[in-house]
């Protein structure tokens, strides 16, 4: 088992490495079977151990070696498995596994094939180290390799100056969010001369009291980085323009890895937030506020991949409400769920994209119903499972944290009445999805069918989002205080019939028509509301305006080197005082004399000054 | 060892020699002379290597000493001695010498035999100044090591060459007479003291000297490693003279001839006179961060490639000078990490740098772009070392950027936060660098380039090499240095 274990991420690191060192020189055959291989293989291992772990659920750990040691210091590359960890594994590689078979079909005309699968293994083994990690740096190791293969996978077309920007700005983005999570990792080397993560979560438990300073600063600058890496407010706006990568690549972004990652690690640490509550309290109301504005945008988009876009990040901010008011267990099964029914939304949306000619504006698609009926079912069961609607995993999960919410102390009918207003607004954009593009007229023609290696991904991942909710995890070793049950009152049911009414709403709107007829959508403020809520609330030109202008208008300022300038005054004094004494010597012997005369007079003239 | 400074020296007269034999020749002289040197390296660590076994020379820390009489009226000597430190230095200094020698392979096309032989000339100096404990020859290596310099900028340098050179000078020979003025007075005090004149670090460690005398001593010695590391606001000679220098004088001024001011901060500066740096140790940690920095803002402004990288390394050399003045053992081994590292990840720039002007007849970013579908070799290279610089874990600079912000953070939080701010601002001009010169469309006459020779090649993956060896098992280099840094840091009373 430990072999295995040691094979999950080695396996698609060294085809990344193949990949990257002889893949052009692959017939694309073999390109696939190492690419997809890979992944495939790393699945089933995990396969085998979560079946022998299901019989001796012990945690386990490996050190392959020392990293480092500089004194008492010291941090080894080690893997740890235990419950979380093994939830993701299955989650990254059952889940990677078929979106690299669905690439496989859908980038089989790039040029640059090899190099995509290349990428795609290295984002696949990063996240594998992320969650295996045994202590904070290796995970940092991880969190930061997912955060460069998404730079490489976002710009993977990188003739495109665009795509180069998009990529750009989601490595600084979440780089901004590590830069201080970095931080919160120097206070606890500080503080407890260790990374290692039980070690970390037992001396903190030991030594800090609950809601002192100490620990609530290194759970906000942990923070941080979840902010940026799993793209939560204020540091959302990369995720949007993350598009610009090949659709499959968002997929993975958006359900299998690196946005999960900041779940996964507040889970990980629960031990050490739950000694700070101001931050947790935080959490959900930054989780909460995220879901909901981040839905209003999505409800105002047009391009297909981008209604998905916000959706991930409004169902993260449901996410966090769950760790944030401590319900551990729910905000993890959303995370699955989730990752489910998203890489099915995606990967149907790139079915529809590619089938129509890369178009991916949905005022230019409809009718797609019977032309399309693989992409249709998928979509139907992805945005069921969106909604929340009942008997889908969706609901399952959501309707977990909608409930704990509730119960979540004095602030908790408010935090309920934000989420139900964000699954009003996420049951209403997942159903203009399915009424605009899969119903009304045909307008436009698809040229093909997916084939089987894009439909049968899509048809695992939609039996997922369906059964997926009946998925028991276990987490009784990783949780240490119970959540309990949430209780079933008139709120569950007012909970449950939410999605239903979103449903109904978006079909009066969208099928009927309805939205021509609403003064209020209509009018100039309605449509002020809807712009600014397409370019996601501003917040783009507000960094734009308060960093990114700025900075670069430094950068113009002192380009020429502003210090330089003293050095340059001391040349220009030098020739300067150069000029004037060599005025002095121009060999005119008249001048000579009238200053050795003139000298001799001033002499004579201070020596009988000293005199008298 | 000073069989090691021999070859080398000896070496670069006979490539100059050589060139009137034929054009290839000085270069393949100079190849042959330093693998020779460092076979010869190998040789000489081979038996001090695993072993547990320092000098019992005094400190315990030295791993070979070697000394000869040389002048005895006034207590100099010939003397040499390596420990963990230097030895890695000295390492690096040969490394990158053959990377420089291939890094000019074709670019060099005038008096080919004095451009090696300055080369080797340099290197000998740097190897000198690694290895001298006496204080006079440590000065003498100094030198040996600007002026042949000095020629290769000047004399093989590109269009602003006159300027550059000068300004090189300038700075590196006027804060070299500080700091000459500051080892005569050492010296003197020293006679006072004793009775007999000495310029042995060794014995200088045995009678420090106390009261103001000693700060304005060290100042002297500071100011001539400041220049050279070089830290805000004494760098501006050094994005001219990386600019204009030849790539594989470019090669040797970042890799190797900056460290020689963070190492002789870290031989001399701290452990001769610990009081007066821990006093400066505030203002020196503020210019430290103010050069990070500032060396990363205005890394972004620039249009031209080389310029680019060299306020990187501005911002860089920094972190260098931030891990020494944190004063303790966490950060300094940071310190000589980071040396290395950017030794390595610098060095690989600046080829790629000379290999795309040699190209290209220009530096400018905007000439270039989508040269990735034309030189995937030399892109994927590339890419490798501006994520290698920007920090990415499991890469030496990483390494040594993490331990010395741990370090610093003990010592000083608030402003460990702010020097996290490069950690940013570094992906900015890292990330663009990347973007200008081999994303976005490719120009119609860069559509037909030669991509990266085999030789090219084998020297960056040997650097790549280096690097992810410091990432991921640094603890033989840390093992190396941990003697000497645990020496220091009894000396220093921290």
């Known amino acids: 088992m430990q ?42 291992a995990v396969a085998v151990i979560a079946r022998q772990w299901l019989m001796a659920p012990d945690p386990v750990t490996i050190v392959l070696w020392q990293w480092f040691a500089v004194q008492d210091f010291s941090v080894d590359i080690s893997l740890h498995l235990d419950q979380l960890s093994i939830i993701w594994l299955c989650t990254i590689t059952g889940i990677g596994f078929l979106i690299h078979l669905y690439s496989s079909e859908y980038m089989a ?103 002192s300073l100490l620990p609530t600063l290194a759970c906000a600058l942990i923070f941080a980085g979840v902010v940026g890496k799993s793209a939560q407010l204020p540091l959302q706006t990369w995720l949007p323009d993350a598009m610009a990568g090949p659709t499959p690549v968002s997929a993975l972004i958006h359900a299998a890895t690196m946005v999960t990652a900041g779940i996964y690690l507040l889970t990980r640490l629960n031990g050490l937030y739950v000694l700070a509550p101001d931050v947790l309290w935080g959490v959900a109301v930054i989780g909460v506020i995220t879901a909901v504005v981040a839905a209003c945008a999505a409800l105002a988009q047009n391009d297909i991949k981008r209604i998905l876009a916000y959706s991930t990040i409004s169902q993260l901010g449901y996410m966090f409400l769950a760790l944030g008011i401590q319900a551990w267990e729910a905000g993890v099964m959303h995370m699955m769920t989730h990752a489910f029914f998203k890489a099915l939304l995606f990967l149907a949306a790139g079915a529809v994209i590619e089938c129509l000619h890369h178009e991916q504006d949905i005022r230019r698609m409809g009718g797609l119903r019977q032309r399309l009926p693989v992409p249709f079912w998928s979509f ?92 028991v995890l276990p987490l009784d070793q990783i949780i240490t205080i119970a959540s309990g049950e949430p ?34 959508i209509q009018s100039p403020f309605g449509r002020w509301l809807a712009g600014f809520w397409q370019g996601g609330w501003g917040m783009d030109t507000f960094y734009d305006l308060v960093i990114q202008r700025p900075y670069r208008a ?11 300038l003293l050095v340059a005054g001391v040349t220009s004094t030098a020739t300067r005082i150069h000029s004037v004494l060599a005025a002095t010597q121009n060999g005119s012997l008249g001048r000579y004399i009238t200053v050795m005369v003139a000298g001799l007079i001033l002499m004579l003239a201070l020596l009988q000054g000293g005199v008298s | 060892m000073s069989l090691l400074l021999m070859l080398l020296l000896v070496g670069g007269a006979i490539a100059w020699y050589s060139e009137r034999f034929g054009k290839e020749l ?26 547990d076994s320092s000098v019992s020379d005094g400190l315990g820390f030295w791993l070979l000493v070697e000394s000869h009489v040389w002048i005895p009226r006034f207590g100099i000597t010939f003397s040499l001695a390596m420990d963990g430190m230097s030895l890695l230095l000295v390492g690096l200094t040969l490394l990158l010498g053959v990377v420089a020698v291939i890094a000019s392979w074709s670019e060099i096309d005038m008096r080919a035999g004095f451009f090696h032989a300055n080369l080797l000339w340099t290197l000998a100096g740097t190897v000198g100044v690694f290895l001298a404990v006496d204080l006079f020859l440590f000065f003498l290596f100094w030198e040996v090591m600007l002026v042949p310099m000095y020629l290769l900028i000047a004399i093989w340098g590109h269009e602003g060459r006159a300027k550059a050179s000068m300004k090189f000078f300038i700075f590196t020979q006027s804060s070299g007479l500080l700091m000459l003025l500051a080892i005569l007075t050492t010296a003197v005090a020293y006679v006072t003291a004793t009775g007999e004149w000495s310029f042995s670090y060794m014995d200088w460690l045995d009678q420090p000297l106390t009261g103001p005398i000693a700060t304005w001593v060290f100042v002297g010695f500071l100011l001539a490693f400041l220049v050279k590391l070089p830290a805000f606001p004494f760098h501006s000679w050094l994005p001219d003279a990386h600019t204009q220098a030849p790539t594989a004088g470019s090669v040797i001024l970042a890799g190797v001839l900056l460290k020689t001011g963070a190492y002789g901060l870290l031989r001399f500066g701290v452990p001769l006179f610990p009081d007066a740096a821990n006093t400066l140790s505030t203002p020196l940690l503020i210019i430290g961060v103010v050069g990070v920095l500032y060396g990363a803002v205005l890394a972004f402004g620039q249009q031209d490639f080389k310029r680019l990288v060299a306020y990187s390394s501005v911002s860089h050399m920094g972190f260098v000078l931030l891990g020494i003045f944190a004063w303790n053992t966490l950060a300094w081994s940071g310190a000589v990490l980071q040396m290395i590292a ?49 920090g990415m874990p499991g890469l030496g600079n990483f390494m040594a950027e993490f331990l010395i912000l741990a370090g610093l953070f003990q010592a000083w939080p608030l402003l460990c936060a702010v020097a996290a701010i490069a950690l940013v601002t570094g992906a900015v001009y890292g990330l663009s660098l990347l973007q200008q010169a081999f994303h976005g469309p490719v120009a119609e006459v860069n559509k037909s380039l030669p991509d990266l020779h085999w030789r090219d090649m084998l020297a960056l993956g040997a650097l790549v ?21 645990n020496a220091i840091s009894t000396m220093a009373g921290s």
Request: proline letters at 4%; charged letters at 10%; hydrophobic letters at 60%.
């Open chain 1, 3 to 44: 072999l295995l274990l040691i094979l999950v991420p080695t396996l698609p690191l060294l085809s990344a490495t193949l990949l990257l060192l002889l893949g052009r020189n692959m017939p694309q055959r073999m390109v696939t079977a190492l690419g997809v291989g890979s992944v495939g293989l790393a699945a089933a």
């Open chain 1, 109 to 211: 005309n790039d040029s640059d094939y090899s190099r995509y699968f290349a990428y795609l293994n290295l984002f696949v083994a990063s996240m594998l180290i992320l969650v295996l990690a045994d202590n904070l740096l290796l995970l940092f190791l991880g969190w930061e390799g997912v955060g460069l293969c998404s730079y490489l996978l976002i710009g993977f077309w990188y003739a495109d100056k665009a795509n180069g920007a998009a990529a750009r700005k989601a490595f600084l983005f979440t780089r901004a969010g590590d830069a201080v999570m970095a931080l919160g990792l120097f206070l606890l080397v500080a503080e407890f001369n260790t990374l290692d993560i039980q070690q970390l979560v037992s001396s903190a438990t030991d030594q800090w009291a609950t809601g």
């Open chain 1, 380 to 471: 139907l069961i992805g945005s069921a499972a969106l909604a929340a609607l009942p008997f889908t995993a969706g609901f399952a999960s959501k309707d977990l944290i909608l409930l704990f919410a509730w119960e979540a102390g004095s602030g908790g009918v408010w935090l309920w009445s934000l989420a139900a207003l964000g699954a009003l607004i996420t049951a209403i954009y997942s159903f203009k999805l399915i009424f605009v593009v899969f119903f009304g007229d045909l307008k436009t023609e698809p040229t093909h069918q997916p084939g089987w290696r894009m439909a049968l991904p899509l048809g695992i991942l939609g039996l997922f989002s369906i059964a997926g909710g009946l998925i």
């Open chain 1, 487 to 520: 209780g079933h009152g008139l709120i569950a049911w007012i909970s449950g019939a939410i999605p239903v009414l979103g449903v109904a709403i978006a079909y009066l709107l969208f099928q009927r028509g309805g939205i021509e007829h609403i003064g209020l």
């Open chain 1, 554 to 564: 430094l950068t113009q300022w002192w380009r020429n080197e502003p210090v330089d």
């Open chain 2, 26 to 51: 000085p270069a393949k002289i100079a190849i042959v002379v330093l693998l020779m040197a460092i076979g010869f390296f190998a040789y000489l660590i081979r038996p001090v290597l695993g072993a």
């Open chain 2, 342 to 390: 950017h030794g390595l990840s610098t060095a690989a720039l600046f080829m790629i740098a000379g290999a795309l002007q040699h190209r290209l007849h220009t530096r400018k970013l905007e000439a270039m772009g989508g040269l990735w579908r034309v030189m995937p070799r030399m892109g994927a290279m590339a890419m490798f070392f501006v994520i290698a610089s920007v």
């Open chain 2, 465 to 485: 090499i280096g690097l992810l060896v410091l990432g991921l098992y640094p603890q033989p280099v840390i093992d190396l240095v941990m003697p000497t840094l």
